[in-house]
């Protein structure tokens, strides 16, 4: 049973930089997409970007500028980082395993828990 | 502003059929697979419906969606309080060197 296990720094000072790590067991990053989604309070859902199964990278438009995601295939984890980060950032953050595919990146069967970051001086 | 369009709340009462519709464009919808996402609150969103109207293991037959050009829905039949739920659609969109994007989701309320 493939898990998802996600933790970071809950809460930042404006400008700093957001930093999440996922970590997979039961299963290998390889040949997976993996995506990191984000949810402000009371609002919906939001795609931050995927790094596929070679380590290439898909980001929001809206956030590509600050967004950086990597794979550590050693430990078996994938992470995110956006810089520059601002009240509007304040959100709940889910890692999730996309499809196989590249017709399946909207396929997020399993997920983490969920981190809340909280942005605030 | 989300770039599919769902209705923000929807009702019905204990074993009646409720519809949930989701709106997009020929970049999204109309070229990829559309997918449907249930979440309860301070959880995270469970798969519904994947590939417009495939159910994974273990979801309900209760529960079934469709595609049709630019729109697709979601029906919830023998509606169950347990549903009580907010309901959001998802799908790839083309443009923008590619991005997922999501409806604004729709809080389904049994009466």
């Known amino acids: 049973q493939v898990q998802l296990q996600q933790w970071g720094a809950g809460l930042l000072k404006p400008s700093e930089t957001l930093s999440l790590t996922c970590g997979v067991s039961?299963?290998?990053?390889?040949?997976?997409?993996w995506s990191w989604l984000r949810q402000s309070p009371g609002k919906g859902l939001e795609w931050i970007g995927e790094i596929s199964r070679d380590g290439s990278t898909n980001y929001s438009p809206s956030l590509r500028s600050r967004v950086v995601m990597s794979l550590d295939t050693y430990n078996n984890q994938f992470s995110l980082k956006m810089r520059s980060v601002t009240a509007t950032d304040t959100a709940t953050y889910f890692c999730a395993r996309g499809g196989r595919n590249s017709g399946d990146h909207c396929y997020w069967f399993y997920w983490g828990q969920g981190t809340l970051v909280t942005v605030s001086s | 502003q989300s770039v599919l369009t769902q209705s923000p709340s929807v009702s019905g009462t204990p074993g009646q059929t409720v519809s949930i519709s989701c709106s997009g464009s020929?970049?999204?919808?109309?070229?990829?697979?559309v997918y449907w996402y249930q979440q309860f609150p301070g959880t995270a969103p469970k798969l519904l419906i994947y590939k417009d109207s495939q159910r994974p293991s273990g979801v309900p037959d209760r529960f079934s969606a469709s595609k049709s050009g630019t729109s697709a829905s979601l029906v919830i039949s023998g509606l169950r309080s347990e549903d009580e739920a907010a309901y959001y659609c998802a799908t790839w969109d083309d443009s923008l060197s590619g991005r997922g994007v999501f409806g604004g989701g729709t809080n389904l309320i049994v009466l």
């Open positions: 039961g299963g290998s990053l390889r040949g997976w997409y």
């Open positions: 020929s970049s999204n919808i109309g070229s990829n697979s």
